[in-house]
């Protein structure tokens, strides 16, 4: 296959980690349980089938957890892509209402609409809902897929379509702990 000019030309360009909420001081929490996907382990490509929807099935995949905190009321999930050619991440799912007790979530539940009961899906950039595969640009390299899960003590209080400053804004000084998986996607 023939190299993309363009993201040949844009290789050296990225958010960078440091731009991800993760880097957040306010969102700062300690790290005190754990995400897993049986779909792929920290740190290793993404498989195919949860790539974007112009691409690939766009399907989002199971996540799992360990037992967060103890006055753990509901879990929020934010996806962002650190590597895009740009000054911010891309957001690629902004979900509440995740139930901490239920332990995981199946493939596809970040589908909007979900197939899992209260969970509410923000707005991403591009103004779609839900989950959003990973699409980089063909030869600008890996792309980093980070998906952060934090731990709250109470439900936040959002808008439909809200957006990921909402959602920062809050559950800022509300976490109990947080957890990080990190995926990669790469179209050569």
Do not use: K
Not at 112 to 133: A, Q
């Amino acid at each position: 296959m023939v190299a993309n000019p363009l993201g040949v030309l844009l290789r050296g360009r990225r958010a960078g980690h440091d731009t991800l909420v993760w880097a957040c001081p306010e969102l700062q929490a300690p790290e005190t349980f754990a995400l897993t996907s049986p779909a792929f382990e920290h740190g290793t490509p993404i498989p195919p089938a949860h790539r974007g929807h112009l691409f690939g099935a766009n399907v989002s995949p199971a996540l799992t957890w360990t037992e967060p905190p103890h006055g753990t009321v509901e879990l929020a999930l934010i996806v962002q892509d650190p590597d895009v050619p740009r000054s911010t991440p891309a957001t690629h799912v902004l979900t509440v209402g995740i139930d901490p007790a239920a332990g995981a979530l199946p493939a596809n539940a970040l589908a909007d609409p979900s197939p899992v009961p209260n969970l509410r899906h923000g707005r991403g950039p591009l103004g779609r809902r839900g989950w959003i595969g990973p699409m980089p640009i063909r030869s600008h390299g890996p792309h980093a897929y980070v998906f952060q899960l934090y731990a709250l003590d109470r439900s936040p209080d959002l808008p439909p379509g809200f957006t990921l400053d909402q959602l920062r804004t809050a559950i800022t000084g509300h976490l109990l702990a947080r957890t990080r998986l990190d995926g990669t996607y790469e179209i050569p």
